[in-house]
């Protein structure tokens, strides 16, 4: 199941990463804008780094310090990973992790040219899993991470992967979904419920008590109290794109999968130059009947080594 899970996952944001979602949409800018990124925060950055993927802010949290080395898990196109950069300087390094192929090119496409046409010097990005992070022991002053630690299929292995990676008194700035009651079977069990955030959510208590086990202090996981609904704010956006490599059932299945990660635009919003992916009409189907806000929260996780 965890080996569909990710594969379910890889092309579904695959197919996000070849879209023209950015910053410049305004759906798009509205939704990072909901979730805490101030217009100044989103100027500062190449527009295609924002896809209307976040569930916050992770950077406004984590009192990010020049010269300190940070992680993002999930980076994307770089959203993070930027802003990051800003905070800790040119002796400091920015390091974003990330599964999908077309992702990781997106962020490094963004990187090398820059903003306003100067490239970011102390950024990385990496091919990789957040459960087998390509990084040394006690190498790390921060992980951040933004509505990805979700998808994980074994979160267990992510906390303790962040904290043999972090170094005595790093500290851990993430903004994730998590549930606040179970969720009904119909959402529990769905594939596409998994890939759009919601299903591999987990209680916030266990949350907690995960990043406990895990050897983290001082362990904080807060209700936000954003409303998830935010998302539709991506409706009428065009989002473009072209499935991922592939086999044909593959390219079907995952063909425009644009939207936000915790509630894609419903399908009659995705523009035309689009086919609809079975994956999006499945969940967006599922959102029409609960409230996702009913079950799940925006939550923002702080934890000390």
Known sequence: MSENIEQAIRSRYGSVALSDLSSRHDGVRAVAEAFGYTTEELASIPAEANMGLSCGNPTATANLREGETIVDLGSGGGLDIFLAAAKVG?????IGIDMTPEM????????EHGNNGAPFTNVEFHLATIDKLPLPDNSVDCVISNCVINLAPDKTAVFREIAR????????AVSDIALKKALPSELANDISAYTGCIA????????????LEAGFSQVEVVDSAADLNAYSKLENQSGCCSPPAGNASTTKAVAATVGSCCAPAPVATVSSCCSTSELQEGLSELLRRYNVNDYAASVKVYAVK
Do not use: F, H, M, Q
């Not at 040119?90 to 920015?94: D, E, F, L, V």
């Not at 990781?104 to 990187?111: D, G, I, L, Q, T």
């Not at 990676?165 to 851990?172: C, D, F, P, Q, Y």
């Open 90 to 94: 040119p002796t400091g390094r920015a």
């Open 104 to 111: 990781v090119e997106r962020a490094r496409r963004n990187a």
């Open 165 to 172: 990676v972090l170094k005595s008194g790093g500290r851990v």
């Open 200 to 211: 591999g959510a987990i209680p916030i208590a266990d949350y907690k008590r995960g990043l």
